[in-house]
C-alpha cells in the first residue's frame, strides 16, 4: 500500500515539485551554494531509498551499473566528443577569463590528483544517480524515455546550478545535461554516463572553469 501511494501520480507529482524545483529554488534563494554537496548528498540518499524500494530491477545493481556499456564501441566516441569540448572550453575561457584560465596547473598543482579522482566519485556520479538514472525511472510516466525526457532531464540539471549565480555555470550545465542524458537514454548505463561526466567536470576544473561550479563564485553581497 505505501509503495503504491510513493508510485502515485499524486505524490510524483509533488515529489517532482519539491525535489527538482523548490530545493534547487530554496538553495538559490538563499545563497547556500556553500552547502551544496550536503542537498546533493541528501538529495541522492532520498532518490536512492525511492529507488531501491520503488522501481529496484530485476537485475539489480548490476542492471544499474551497466558496466557492459563502458567498451571499445561507446567509449571511442564518447572520448572523441570530450575531445572536441575540451577544446571548445579552451577557447571559451581564453577569451571569456583568461585570468582564471589554468588557474589550478599554475597555483594549486597538487590538487590535481585529488582532483581527479574525488570529482567522479563525490559530484559526478551523485548526480548522474539523480538526474539520469533516478530522473529517467521515476518520471518516464511524465517525459516518455526518448526527447522529452532528455530534454527535462538536461533543463532541471542545468536549473540545478542556477545556485551559482553566475551564467555560466547553468548555461554549461544545459549542455552537459543534455551529453549525459542523451547517452544515458542510449546505453541506461550509470558507469558510463558517470565516467563520462567525471571526464568532463575535471577538464572543466583544470582549465579554470571549475571556479563558477563552486561556491567561492557565489556573490554573497
Not at 598543482?109 to 533516478?134: G, K, N, T, W
Not at 542545468?158 to 545556485?163: E, G
Not at 551529453?179 to 542510449?186: C, G, V
Amino acid at each position: 500500500m505505501i509503495k503504491a501511494a510513493l508510485n502515485s501520480k499524486q505524490f510524483l507529482i509533488l515529489e517532482f515539485i519539491l525535489l527538482c524545483i523548490a530545493v534547487p529554488g530554496y538553495i538559490i534563494w538563499t545563497l547556500s551554494a556553500a552547502y551544496m554537496f550536503g542537498f546533493l548528498w541528501g538529495a541522492a540518499l532520498y532518490c536512492f531509498v525511492i529507488y531501491r524500494y520503488c522501481m529496484f530491477p530485476k537485475g539489480g545493481w548490476k542492471e544499474i551499473w551497466n558496466w557492459s556499456a563502458v567498451n571499445k564501441e561507446t567509449m571511442k566516441p564518447l572520448l572523441m566528443k570530450w575531445v572536441l569540448a575540451s577544446l571548445g572550453m579552451i577557447v571559451f575561457i581564453y577569451f571569456y577569463d583568461p585570468d582564471r584560465m589554468f588557474y589550478i596547473v599554475y597555483n594549486r598543482p597538487e590538487m590535481i590528483p585529488f582532483l581527479l579522482v574525488a570529482y567522479p566519485l563525490i559530484s559526478a556520479l551523485p548526480q548522474e544517480f539523480i538526474f539520469c538514472s533516478f530522473f529517467f525511472n521515476r518520471y518516464e510516466k511524465f517525459f516518455g524515455r526518448a526527447a522529452k525526457m532528455i530534454w527535462a532531464s538536461a533543463i532541471i540539471f542545468a536549473y540545478a546550478h542556477i545556485l551559482y549565480i553566475n551564467p555560466v555555470a547553468p548555461t554549461l550545465s544545459l549542455v552537459g545535461g543534455l551529453i549525459f542524458a542523451h547517452n544515458y537514454a542510449k546505453h541506461r548505463s550509470l558507469a558510463l554516463v558517470s565516467i563520462e561526466h567525471g571526464l568532463y567536470g575535471n577538464v572543466l576544473f583544470i582549465i579554470g572553469l571549475g571556479w563558477y561550479f563552486y561556491s567561492g563564485s557565489v556573490a554573497t553581497g
